[in-house]
Structures are given as C-alpha cells and as structure tokens.
C-alpha cells in the first residue's frame, strides 16, 4: 500500500484502530485517529453515564497507548488539567464540546488562551507545553469522545480554580472491559 493509499485509509472497527495504533510509531497517531471512522454503535460496550460526572471508560491500555472513552451527560465537564507529559488527542464521536485552553502567567494565575468547538469526527490535540485545558458538553444531550494517550496517563495536575493551586489527582477509570489485551 502507498502512503497516498495509507492515508485514505479509514479504520471501521475499535479492534482495527487498536491493532493499527499497536503497529504504528506514536508519530503517526495523528493520523490513524483522525482517520478512524466507526458506527456510534461500535462503542456501546464500553458506554457507562452518570447525572454526577462524565465517566473514562478503558477499551485499551498498554505500555504504548491508552484508548479511553468519555461518557459525558449534558453540560458535564473536566477540571482544569494537564496531560502529566504526554501527547492526547480527541476525537468527538457524537455531540459537541468546547475547549478551553489555559496558560499560567508570571503571577501564577491562569490565562486564557484560545476557546474551540469541537463536532462529531473533529479532533483536538493537546501536550502540555500548549498549556492546560478543560473540556464541556455543549450539547443538548449526551456526547461521546474517545481519547488516546501516547503513553498511559495515571496521574495528573488538576487547577483548583478556589484555591488557585495545582493538585496532583490519581486517575482511575469507570469502567473497565473484563479484559484488557495488551497488544504490544
């Protein structure tokens, strides 16, 4: 296959999105996500919602890559946070979200820096070094993104918007699949 045939290429289930990252190098992650196109339908096993938060729902994790998908109930959003140094992309499945970028300034306070909606099949692209962001459904209903890790993420740096202070949070997921194949 051609790099212009490789490019076209689409990915029409989670397994061959899971098996293509496994065999890419994370350069190319860019790519292979924004290329991923699957029935909504596709994610119905690893869907779980709740009135009180978005839930992180694990498909994959392994020693390269984390797939996680967010559930997200209307107007539900994240704290201000990092990506503890690693690369993230989102990719909306369904609804709508708007992301708030941040930077800290020389007084130590948050700034912010650049406001974006994102649709069904756009995808947003974060590394720290950007800064900070958080993420909300704008949607009038609920909303599904998938995001995907060049590393596992297992801690983070939250904002506390009260305080002013940065906290460091240990993240863990709502649900799990009874197996996670370690693909690598």
């Known amino acids: 296959m051609n790099s212009i045939e490789q490019d076209q290429q689409t990915h029409q289930s989670i397994n061959e999105l899971v098996t293509s990252l496994t065999e890419e190098d994370r350069t ?17 096993s690893f869907c779980s919602w709740s009135s009180e938060s978005y839930t992180r729902n694990c498909i994959v994790e392994n020693e390269k890559f984390q797939l996680i998908l967010l559930c997200w109930e209307e107007g539900q959003k994240t704290p201000i946070h990092d990506h503890g140094g690693e ?4 990719k909306v499945i369904q609804g709508e ?6 930077k800290v300034n020389s007084s130590g306070e948050l700034d912010t ?12 692209y974060m590394i720290d070094f950007m800064g900070c962001h958080c993420l909300e459904n704008v949607s009038a209903g609920k909303s599904m993104t998938l995001h995907l890790y060049a590393k596992p993420i297992h801690n983070c740096n939250l904002f506390d918007e009260k305080s002013g202070k940065s906290v460091r949070k240990k993240l863990c997921y709502s649900t799990v699949p009874e197996y996670i194949t370690d693909l690598t």
């Open 28 to 44: 190319n992650y860019s790519r292979t996500i924004r290329s991923f196109n699957a029935h909504i339908s596709s994610f119905e």
């Open 87 to 90: 690369e993230c992309w989102v």
């Open 97 to 102: 979200l708007k992301e708030t970028i941040y």
């Open 113 to 124: 820096i650049k406001t974006s909606n994102y649709k069904t099949d756009d995808v947003s």
